[in-house]
């Protein structure tokens, strides 16, 4: 029952946060505080919690500091989406979902900078949105 609230749950959240980072580029914090409850909302219908969720923060967490010390090389409002969905998934899936999104985005970026090489653009000077890649890997989860 938690595994398929939390897919009931989190996949519009996620689609929501989506459609916002790519037309505002910047995440709303309801929308965030929202996807952090999924999970505590799950333990509460089940009547089962699961501390071992609070070990899934750490990622988040550590997004969040490459966030600070990189310059917002990664987005913080990504890292704290990372944060939120540890409050939701496993250590082992939620990392494959950053795995994933990550490998998605960089085919992205090489896509983007193949494109560009020769044309005089600084490629290394676009700011990609991180949430659709991010949504496509949940979904890559979902359905397989």
């Not at 939620?94 to 999104?101: H, M």
């Not at 960089?106 to 659709?132: K, N, S, Y």
């Not at 949504?135 to 890559?140: I, Q, S, V």
């Amino acid at each position: 029952m938690s595994e398929l609230w939390i897919r009931i749950s989190v996949t519009p959240l996620l689609f929501l946060l989506c459609c916002q980072d790519l037309r505002e580029k910047q995440l709303e914090t309801r929308l965030l505080c929202l996807l952090a409850l999924c999970g505590p909302g799950a333990d509460a219908l089940t009547g089962e919690p699961e501390a071992a969720r609070l070990l899934s923060l750490l990622p988040g967490f550590l997004l969040l500091a490459v966030s600070v010390l990189s310059g917002e090389a990664l987005g913080e409002g990504d890292a704290l989406l990372f944060v939120s969905l540890g409050f939701s998934l496993e250590m082992s899936r939620l990392l494959r979902l950053c795995t994933e999104s990550f490998l998605l985005a960089g085919i992205a970026g090489l896509a983007i900078w193949v494109r560009m090489r020769g044309t005089g653009e600084r490629a290394g000077e676009i700011r990609m949105p991180f949430l659709p890649f991010l949504t496509a890997a949940w979904c890559l989860e979902l359905f397989l």
